[in-house]
């Protein structure tokens, strides 16, 4: 296969193609606003955000939540977020004794109060894992969101979800980072905004 500029160019196209179908979807735009009001909520009831994902969802996982405790666009107090996700004694451990299905639940029960934002990525919108963890946060009174792609069994256990209109995971990926992002400057504006002019 000879690779050349048009492939470069072709993924480019596909990516923005998509951020334009989420960015048309005004009722999309305004889950996104809701969530990050959301978030907002959360954080001055004194509650925190804890946020799960398998492969590159995991990774989206742990961005999110360190831009919340580190800073996002200015220097501020942290913000206390968890990422379910990193820890392989603790992942390996729940695995081994729990089946990989309740890898991030076990994690939830342990560390969420009521009023925390428990936040599943998922492209698909079906990971087990994902799916039973939104469970234990729905019975242990947690507020629950969902990143997905263009559907997924997310949409009848989160309260706010947010559907990227595309199957293609890459590009799906790359919107929930840039909605993380967005959630992000949402918090830290409205809790910070002040502070920081």
């Known amino acids: 296969?000879?690779?050349?500029?048009?492939?470069?160019k072709e993924r480019i196209r596909d990516s923005?193609?998509?951020?334009?179908?989420?960015?048309?979807?005004?009722?999309?735009?305004?889950?996104?606003l809701r969530l990050g009001q959301v978030c907002v909520e959360v954080y001055k009831r004194g509650n925190k955000v804890i946020l799960a994902g398998?492969?590159?969802s995991a990774a989206d996982a742990q961005h999110i939540a360190a831009e919340f405790v580190s800073r996002f666009e200015f220097d501020r107090p942290g913000l206390p977020a968890l990422a379910v996700t990193t820890d392989t004694s603790m992942l390996t451990a729940i695995g081994n004794d729990y089946g990989y299905e309740r890898v991030f639940a076990r994690q939830v029960e342990a560390n969420a109060k009521p009023g925390d934002l428990f936040i599943g990525i998922t492209t698909s919108g079906n990971s087990k894992n994902i799916l039973v963890a939104l469970e234990s946060?729905?019975?242990?009174d947690l507020i629950t969101a969902a990143f997905a792609g263009s559907g997924g069994k997310v949409q009848a256990l989160a309260e706010h979800v947010i559907n990227?209109?595309?199957?293609?995971?890459?590009?799906i990926q790359e919107c929930h980072i840039m909605i993380g992002h967005i959630i992000c400057g949402?918090?830290?504006d409205a809790i910070f905004g002040e502070a920081a002019a």
């Open 186 to 188: 949402i918090v830290e």
């Open 54 to 56: 398998n492969g590159g």
């Open 1 to 8: 296969m000879n690779i050349d500029m048009d492939y470069v």
């Open 16 to 32: 923005i193609a998509v951020k334009q179908r989420l960015l048309a979807d005004e009722p999309l735009m305004e889950k996104v």
């Open 164 to 171: 990227v209109p595309s199957t293609h995971t890459p590009r």
């Open 137 to 140: 946060a729905k019975e242990m």
